[in-house]
């Protein structure tokens, strides 16, 4: 089946760390690659994006300096390392296939995975 997979949400703690992966199955991830979120009420925002070629990063405002991407084409996976994770960060996180224009990303239309779901609570 030809998807995207996210894995690695949960329960933590207010500055606690999760890892978050998105894998691809009957397809090669060689796409750019971007993290959305959405939490209940609000709109979706993308989070952090890495491109195909040469690995470039971009970051919201809102987790530049807490989350990092990353990629290891040799399992066909994405990243992202979240940590000092507030309660804001709470949401349903995506990963998809997209498009980068400037600083900005949006999605491409090819892949969307199924969530997983991330609460910050103590």
């Known amino acids: 089946q030809v998807q995207l997979v996210e894995s690695g949400g949960g329960l933590v703690q207010p500055g606690g760390s999760l890892r978050l992966s998105c894998a691809a199955s009957?397809?090669?991830?060689?796409?750019?690659i971007g993290w959305f979120r959405q939490a209940p009420g609000k709109e979706r925002e993308g989070v952090s994006c890495?491109?195909?070629?040469?690995?470039?990063?971009y970051y919201a405002d809102s987790v530049k300096g807490r989350f990092t991407i990353s990629r290891d084409n040799a399992k066909n996976t994405v990243y992202l390392q979240m940590n000092s994770l507030k309660p804001e960060d709470t949401g349903v996180y995506y990963c998809?296939?997209?498009?980068?224009?400037?600083?900005?990303?949006?999605?491409?239309?090819?892949?969307w995975g199924q969530g997983t779901q991330v609460t910050v609570s103590s």
């Open positions: 890495i491109s195909s070629g040469d690995g470039t990063t």
């Open positions: 998809a296939t997209v498009l980068i224009a400037g600083r900005s990303w949006y999605y491409s239309g090819d892949y």
């Open positions: 009957g397809f090669t991830l060689d796409y750019a």
